[in-house]
């Protein structure tokens, strides 16, 4: 069976933390993305990479980083969590064109 | 920014109804990819479209690409109560490495 793994499913963090979001997935796929979704606003891509250690801006990736040294490993860092960054996070990998694999999401909750 | 707009946001309707939800763009799309999501689930590939024109069917659901490949229709016949949940269409660029989430729409199908 496939799989996308974020680390957690529920996260509750403070104003100014920095927080770390890890996804792994086992099939080798080359693109990674970051998505946030809220209410009404449907998937917002934050960040995506299409090879390790490449990363090009989406949508939404003010107040977000990422990272990618190795091909499976693709991690979202909050420099320093805001109210506004609470949200559901999903992440997702493909190869190129071809179906996305989802994670579970990661509820996040900035208080 | 490929932009992609569905419509309508959210639908309710009876059991054995049928039902259209539309994904539209100025963009042009490389292929056009339908999902559905469950609450606390990622999104789940239902069907992948290519060319334009093309029409796919999957049991009572016909997913259609426009033929200019910048929009998409998902129609369900007779609707029953599982088919409850967010269907979410997505491009994928030309380039094949980003992929756009429209806003989703929400169906509740009611006994």
């Known amino acids: 069976d496939v799989k996308v793994t974020q680390s957690s499913r529920y996260l509750v963090k403070r104003t100014g933390e920095k927080v770390f979001l890890e996804c792994v997935q086992d099939m080798d796929h080359e693109n990674m993305f970051w998505y946030r979704q809220d209410p009404g606003l449907g998937l917002r891509l934050i960040y995506f990479s299409y090879d390790v250690k490449m990363k090009e801006k989406g949508d939404i990736p003010e107040g977000y980083s990422v990272s990618r040294e190795k091909k499976e490993r693709f991690s979202l860092i909050l420099e320093s969590a805001s109210t506004n960054q609470t949200s559901m996070y999903l992440c997702?990998?493909?190869?190129?064109?071809?179906?996305?694999?989802f994670g579970q999401g990661t509820r996040l909750t900035v208080v | 920014t490929q932009l992609l707009e569905q419509s309508p946001q959210f639908l309710s309707i009876q059991e054995g109804e049928n039902l259209t939800v539309y994904c539209n763009s100025s963009s042009v799309f490389s292929s056009l990819q339908w999902y559905r999501q469950e609450p606390g689930e990622g999104p789940v590939l239902l069907v992948t479209?290519?060319?334009?024109?093309e029409v796919k069917k999957l049991k009572r659901l016909t997913f259609q690409f426009g033929d200019a490949r910048k929009d998409s229709s998902l129609h369900i016949t007779a609707a029953q109560p599982g088919d409850t949940g967010l269907y979410l269409c997505?491009?994928?660029?030309?380039?094949?490495?980003?992929?756009?989430f429209g806003g989703g729409t929400r169906l509740m199908v009611k006994p």
């Open positions: 997505a491009g994928a660029s030309n380039a094949g490495n980003m992929l756009t």
């Open positions: 479209v290519v060319t334009g024109g």
């Open positions: 997702a990998s493909n190869q190129q064109g071809s179906e996305a694999f």
